[in-house]
């Protein structure tokens, strides 16, 4: 079974300066997919970023990059430039390749201050 | 762009009665997955179906049914509601199998007095 652990229950930032929320995970597949999720307030999971656990190269979306180290199973999210709408629940989220099941970890709830 | 359509958004039952939330993927998406999140706690996963046909199994309790209609449609049947039950509850779709490409809804919120 995996697991996926968050270690930041909250964080704070101020707009426009840089935070990185962490997750490690446990698993003994080779090949999954790694996620992070973003929760607002108005409770819709949006997808923020994927990562292909044989890709070597970080995945990045805009202000949004990960810091993905496959042998030390960690998987960091770095929002660049953080603005008032990034003010979220974050989750951190394992799947096996070829399979269909999300594992969550327990969330970093981030607060962008003005 | 058409989303994932849950109703009700919210639902208020009493204990032992029978609650149904459904679920309308985006259009051509054929898999369709619940999940349950607590307050305060992560999602949970319930369980999956691809195809019409149940993929994977979680979390679920006897008490709760689902299944996929035809036109891909999915409805999560939930019978003697107990406090415990009250939630979210997360329908997402996606698009191609095992590509972690999952899109939510917005949930539908079940209050059990």
């Known amino acids: 079974a995996q697991t996926v652990t968050q270690s930041q229950p909250e964080m704070s930032v101020q707009e426009a300066e840089t935070v990185t929320l962490s997750c490690t995970y446990d698993?003994?597949?080779?090949?999954?997919?790694l996620f992070w999720y973003k929760q607002p307030p108005s409770r819709q999971m949006i997808l923020v970023i994927r990562q292909e656990a044989y890709k070597q190269q970080n995945a990045t979306e805009n202000r949004f990059s990960v810091n993905f180290q496959k042998a030390a199973k960690s998987f960091s999210l770095k929002i660049s430039d953080s603005q008032l709408g990034d003010t979220a629940m974050y989750f951190c989220?394992?799947?096996?390749?070829?399979?269909?099941?999300?594992?969550f970890g327990g969330g970093t709830r981030l607060m962008v201050k003005p | 762009a058409a989303g994932v359509i849950q109703s009700p958004r919210h639902l208020i039952k009493e204990k032992r009665e029978t609650a149904t939330l459904k679920c309308y993927p985006i259009?051509?998406?054929?898999?369709v997955y619940w999940y349950q999140q607590g307050p305060g706690q992560d999602p949970q996963f319930l369980i999956s179906f691809y195809e019409k046909m149940q993929s994977d199994k979680g979390s679920i309790p006897d008490r709760f049914s689902a299944q996929q209609f035809s036109d891909y449609h999915s409805e999560l049947n939930m019978s003697s509601l107990e406090l415990g039950d009250s939630a979210l509850y997360f329908c997402?779709?996606?698009?191609?199998w095992g590509t972690g490409e999952l899109f939510f809804g917005e949930g539908s919120r079940l209050t059990v007095l």
């Open positions: 997402a779709s996606g698009g191609k």
């Open positions: 698993t003994s597949e080779s090949n999954y997919y």
């Open positions: 259009p051509r998406h054929d898999t």
């Open positions: 989220a394992f799947m096996k390749h070829a399979g269909n099941m999300l594992t």
